[in-house]
């Protein structure tokens, strides 16, 4: 497991049975959860002498419709949903945790997303996000690079809706802006930086030639590939203060 999924595994306590993954895009992230949590049981079974507590539940939610199906289509046996983090259809305190991965950097109220994981949670409970660094390297961002490029050339095509951010901006934070966003009810516990941005000129440079030059998606699809597999490979680096991403880990009171 590699890159914020499998960082956000390893960061989620053994306890957290119930797990919602807000924005679970085509659902890698919710499987990689949900084996995670399956390994946990069969040690803690062969620990129990064989009984063991309890398997872990993984609830997925994607707003974006040809995703949420996409999802379905490649883990049937995993509930996943469409649905909005802004609205979530659980009750308050449903789950043990809750993770946010790549998610508020898109939001129309990022504080509205937040709150809604936080209804959510169980008291003790944990949140795992991960958004965009607002360091140094944010420059790179290929979505806002590309967005700019439109601007100056309109017959650019469009960004597709999932690829989109409210007010045209992909956002970056600060650990200061995701402290402030979770308020007094929640400690955060864990942070890491990771990456230098390396991905973010591979995307532009298929997001121009692929969509914008050729006009061929099919190929940008399939060449979309590339980029996902650098974004995660370059997430496994830590880099501090220079990084291009941030995961924050956070509980509960």
């Not at 993984?58 to 379905?72: F, S």
């Not at 991960?130 to 700019?148: E, I, K, Q, T």
């Not at 966003?181 to 030639?209: C, K, S, Y």
Request: charged content about 25%; some cysteine.
């Amino acid at each position: 497991m590699i890159g914020r999924w499998g960082r956000a595994a390893r960061w989620l306590p053994c306890s957290a049975r119930r797990v919602l993954d807000v924005g679970c895009a085509f659902g890698f992230g919710s499987a990689v959860l949900a084996r995670a949590g399956e390994r946990e049981d069969g040690r803690s079974s062969r620990r129990a002498g064989g009984r063991n507590a309890g398997s872990r539940y993984v609830l997925g939610i994607e707003p974006y419709r040809p995703y949420a199906l996409q999802a379905r289509r490649r883990y049937p046996r995993l509930p996943l949903a469409q649905g909005d983090g802004s609205a979530l259809p659980l009750r308050s305190g449903a789950v043990d945790a809750v993770a946010l991965l790549d998610v508020l950097e898109h939001a129309a109220d990022p504080a509205g997303v937040l709150a809604e994981a936080q209804r959510a949670l169980r008291p003790g409970g944990t949140l795992v996000l991960s958004v965009p660094y607002r360091g140094p390297l944010a420059a790179l961002d290929s979505l806002n690079v590309y967005r700019a490029l439109q601007r100056r050339w309109p017959g650019l095509p469009p960004l597709e809706p999932s690829e989109q951010s409210t007010g045209g901006q992909h956002r970056h934070f600060t650990v200061e802006d995701v402290r402030s966003l979770l308020g007094d009810e929640m400690v955060v516990d864990r942070i890491q930086r990771t990456g230098i941005g390396l991905a973010e000129p591979i995307h532009l440079a298929l997001l121009v030639l692929c969509r914008g030059i050729l006009r061929w998606e099919r190929a940008y699809l399939l060449l979309r590939h590339v980029y996902f597999a650098a974004y995660l490979v370059e997430d496994l680096l830590p880099t501090g203060p220079a990084g291009y991403h941030l995961t924050v880990r956070a509980r509960r009171l």
